[in-house]
C-alpha cells in the first residue's frame, strides 16, 4: 500500500502544469501521485472574463481536489502558486498536510507604495504614448518600465488577467502565513532575484515552526530546472512528517 501523500503542484504566474513535467516525473518515479492542474487564465485552461481574486483560484483547486476524490494533498506552491497555497490553507483549514514553498512572495518584494506609483505611472504613460508618434515606441518603452521596477508579469498580462494580476499582489498574506500550523517547508534558489531569499527570511520569522533551506546556485526556478535537487529536499521533508 502506497502511504506517500498526493502531491499538487500550483504553478507560477505566466507559467502552466506543463512547466512542471520535469518535476512531476521525478516525484512520480518515486512513488508520489502527483498533478500539476492549469489555474484559470494560464497553459490549457480557459481565460476568465472578469478579473480574480485569490479566492477563485482556491476554489478552483478546492473544486478540482473533489473531482479528483484527492484528501490530504502536500502543495508545492512555486511563485504565485504559492499565494494560492497559502490562501488555501487559510480558507481551508485541516484539509491540507503540508506546503512546500517555492520563490513565493508571502511580502511583496515590491514595496506597497512603490507598488502603487507604479500602477499610477502605468496609466499617465498610457496615455502618453497613445500619441503619435511616441505611440510607436509604446511597448518598448512600457516593457522597459515594467522590467525597470520589477514587474514584467504586468507587462505580460492582458484583459481581465492584468486586473487579476493587481488584486492577488495587492493581497496581504500575513494572516495566512500566521494562520499556518501545519509543516510547511520554505524551498528556495540562492540566487531567486524575482523573490529574494530575504523574502524567505521574513517568512520564516512569520510561520510558526517552518524550515527554510535556501539550494546553492538556484535561481526562481530551482523547482522545474534543477527537478532531482529540488526533489531530494522535498522528499526529505514530507518524509520527516
Known sequence: ????PPIIILHGWGLSGKTFEPLVSVLT???YRVTAPDMPGFGGAQTPDKP???SDYVAFIHDYLKKNSIEQPVFIGHSFGGRVA???QLLYPKSVAALILSGTPG??????????LFIALAKVGKLLFSIPPLNFFQDAVRRWYYYFVGAKEFFRAEGAMRETFKRVVREDL????????IPTLLLW????????V??????????AGSELIVIPEADHGVPFKQPEVFTSYAERFIGSH
Open 1 to 4: 500500500m502506497n502511504d506517500r
Open 29 to 31: 518515479k518515486l512513488g
Open 52 to 54: 480574480l481574486a485569490l
Open 86 to 88: 497559502l490562501k488555501y
Open 107 to 116: 511580502f511583496t518584494p515590491i514595496p506597497k507604495k512603490k507598488l502603487l
Open 174 to 181: 500575513v494572516s495566512a502565513m500566521e494562520t499556518v500550523d
Open 189 to 196: 534558489g540562492e540566487y531567486d532575484i524575482i523573490v529574494p
Open 198 to 207: 530575504s523574502i524567505a527570511e521574513r517568512m520564516h520569522q512569520v510561520i
